[in-house]
């Protein structure tokens, strides 16, 4: 007997996750390896913020890859990690 229509199983939702994503942001790399440096020293979303003069909420949103950074931010950033900015993007 012959199917007038298929059935199959719907695709799953991908909540605006875009599957199979090749290759990560500029943006999501900075909050990556800033999260990753900060969490190797030990220090707080508020402390960094301290160390870099931003506001703690700023920093949270950078490690989230909410923000666009200013070079000037990623300089304080990066100056209050110990890194150069380059290190902070790779």
Known sequence: MY???????????YYGI???KPEATLRERLARNVRL????????????????GLE???????ERAERNLTLAS???????????VRELLF
């Open 74 to 84: 990623m300089e304080k950033l990066a100056g209050a990690l110990g890194v150069e």
């Open 56 to 62: 703690r909420t700023y920093v949270g949103a950078v």
């Open 37 to 52: 440096l900060r969490v190797m020293r030990g220090w707080s979303q508020e402390v960094l913020a301290q160390e870099a």
């Open 18 to 20: 875009t599957p199979h």
């Open 3 to 13: 199917a007038l229509f298929e059935v199959r199983e719907p695709d799953p939702p």
